[in-house]
């Protein structure tokens, strides 16, 4: 085969790029390392797919799962999705601290191996763990809880999923094939121009970040349009679940922060294909056009990221303090406080690269503002756990460990927010504890307080408490051995990034924080036993009536699973938190007075097609197998474009009287359940019927 038909199939492809067979090629313990990772992810793909066949369930997946337009099954698979990237991006984290706990001495990895790392982990985390994660339980809760069918445009849906899955599919394949970026999650110019890095590096960083930034500007475009246009008849702005407004927020703000990171990693792909210089100083070009486009996505993209978290903190405290959320519509207004204010402030990311102190002094005032509507919420929180009956359950102990340890790192944040400040401690560790600091107990502890709190809904059992106060205790302890100590060494002056060190005083620092890691490998086994024994037990665990922790919004009101078309009939609102006043009223579980059909749209290819030739696509663009580009490219338009051209074929027609029957047994078996106190709730005759003890208060 000659060499120029081999570059036309393969591209730049060759036998070096196969990370599975670089221990044979160079063996030593960072090859070792490098080819164990590809291994791990090889062989994970292919038990997965014998697992599948054995117990025969491609069929299901395809029929029940892949295809579906459901909001809620389409937001299970971004969970998935998550939780699997969850734990690729930790693990990196846990190999990056026992590299700076060993770092005095050198450490086992070699520098361009840990840039990878602090780059793909990064970018996991943000893009492909955290937005994943708060898509997933959007697309649950929300049509859930504003009494909708669906969301306004569930196809659409399928294919943000999909655009999503194609570019965490990017990142696994670097894993494989090829190197990562070393640029960071950021992929500054001129670090990843191709004078400075020539490999496909910044182009997996470019192609996955694209494709994953196209689907989340989708999905907040069809959520601002749900919760907008598919709210029930009397649902007001102003009787709208927290939560809910936290995601419209999120949604507006994907939609305006998401585009300018798209066209700033599109120029960089035309710097680095085309010769452009968009971001090239020596040829006409500004790196600092490159940061002004990344900050103004990424400071809201902190935001995008913290606001469903204080969404479910928000139902959280409320629903186990049983108390009705304090000051809602001052909630209100700090969220919408800190989406607007979240555009004005990206200039502190760059305080030392030259402007003018004046300009500093304006970015540090308006950064310094944010802590304003913060400190509402907290203030706000605090006032409804007062003379509450507070549950310390496993969501609830998330939530305090959450106030605690986001109020310290908020701290942090005003003090970075003085570029006197920011000057002296900028590029140390002690920014990575901060950050870390604000998004693991502001972004990640909420998730999993939502995972934990909307579980039964969504599968109609519970999960196992036991594991997860194990769970929950060893992600709190994990952080604050990790990350304390980084604010410690960063004073003292250890650059972020660094591979090794010299100075012997921050061992001990590191030290603590490798014990840190060890503790969030635990969290991390902690909850995959938790999953097991949670599935095992589930015949126990039954969410019968729909309703375990007494909760107060409308999705609580529904079966547990929720049926595909949500509720039988389209309910109307009379007050916040209607489920709850309802049930103080003793008329949680009426019957509607009659029903219709139900008319739901038919599923879909577009998602899977999307997600494996959007694969595809970014595989032939990273390494210039353009013959596989076009074709990829092809398939996805021709199939938009005939999906427009013939629309839904296959819509779905739920007859009224099937509703109704099933509607009824649902009531049958609420009635004959045994309500349990909040006493039991953790107990196993909890089956989803809560007493009428607290619901007294809903209607105060």
Known sequence: MSHGFCSLIFGRLDVESLDFLKAFFHPGLNDIILSGAAWVVIVGAAVTAALLTWFRLWGPMWSKWLI????????????????????????????????????????????????????THGTIMIFFMAMPF???????????????????????????????????????????????????????????????????????????????????????????????????PGMSFLRMPIFTWNALCTSLLLVFAMPPLTVAALMLAADRYLGFHFFTNALGGNMMNYANLFWQFGHPEVYILVLPSFGIYGEVISTYSGKRLYGYVTLVIATMAIGFLSFGVWLHHFFTMGQDADVNAVFGIATMLIGIPTGVKVYDWMAT??????????????????????????????????????????????????????????????????????????????????????????????????????????????????????????????????????????????????????????????????????????????????????????????????????????????????????????????????????????????????????????????SLIARAVLGDRHPVTIPAAEIKRKYRAWLEVVRATAPVTRALEWDYRNHGVAAAEYTKEAAE
Not at 575 to 587: M, P, Q, T, Y
Request: net charge neutral; aromatic share 14%.
């Open 385 to 638: 756990m007062f003379r509450g009956r507070i549950r310390f359950s496993v969501p609830m102990v998330y939530a305090l460990a959450f106030m605690v340890l986001f109020v310290l790192g908020g701290l942090t944040g005003i003090l970075l927010a003085n570029p006197p400040v920011d000057f002296q401690v900028h590029n140390t560790l002690f920014l990575v504890a901060h950050f870390h600091n604000m998004l693991i107990p502001g972004t990640l502890f909420g998730l999993f307080a939502g995972y934990t709190y909307w579980f039964p809904k969504v599968f109609g059992f519970r999960l196992n408490d036991r594991w997860g106060y194990i769970a929950a205790f060893n992600w709190i302890v994990g952080f604050v051995l990790s990350f304390m100590p980084l604010y410690a060494v960063g004073l003292m002056g250890l650059t972020r990034r660094a591979v090794s060190y010299t100075n012997p005083a921050f061992e001990p620092w590191l030290h603590v924080a490798g014990v840190g890691a060890i503790f969030i490998t635990a969290a991390l086994v902690s909850m995959c036993v938790q999953l097991y024994v949670s599935i095992r037990d589930r015949e126990l665990t039954r969410d019968i009536g729909g309703d375990p922790w007494d909760a107060r919004t409308l999705e609580w009101a529904t079966p547990s699973p929720v049926p595909a078309y949500n509720f039988p009939v389209i309910p109307h609102i009379h007050a916040l938190e209607a489920f709850a006043v309802a049930k103080g009223a003793g008329l949680g579980y009426q019957e509607p007075v009659s029903y219709s059909d139900i008319h739901l749209p038919g599923d879909t290819y577009i998602g899977v097609i999307t997600a494996v030739f959007g694969t595809a696509l970014g595989v032939g663009l990273v390494w210039y197998m353009w013959w596989l580009a076009w074709l990829a490219f092809a398939v996805i338009a021709v």
């Open 134 to 232: 708060l898509t997933g339980l959007i697309n649950i809760v929300v049509p859930l809880q504003i009494g909708a069918r669906d969301v306004s445009f569930p196809m659409l849906n399928s294919l943000s999923l999909g655009l999503t899955v194609s570019g965490a599919m990017l990142v696994m394949i670097s894993l494989v094939i090829g190197d990562f970026s070393t640029g960071g999650w950021s992929a500054y110019p001129p670090y990843t121009e191709p004078n400075f890095q020539p490999g496909v590096g910044p182009d997996y960083w470019i192609w996955a970040v694209t494709l994953a930034g196209l689907g989340s500007t989708l999905t907040g475009i069809n959520f601002v349009v749900t919760i907008f246009k598919e709210r029930a």
């Open 68 to 119: 579906s337009v459901d909001h809620k099954r389409i937001g299970v698979m971004y969970i998935v999705l998550a939780l699997i990237m969850l734990v690729r991006g930790a693990l990196e984290g846990v190999v990056m601290r026992a590299q700076q706990a060993d770092g005095l001495h050198g450490g086992f990895l070699s520098a361009d191996h840990f840039a990878q790392l602090f780059s």
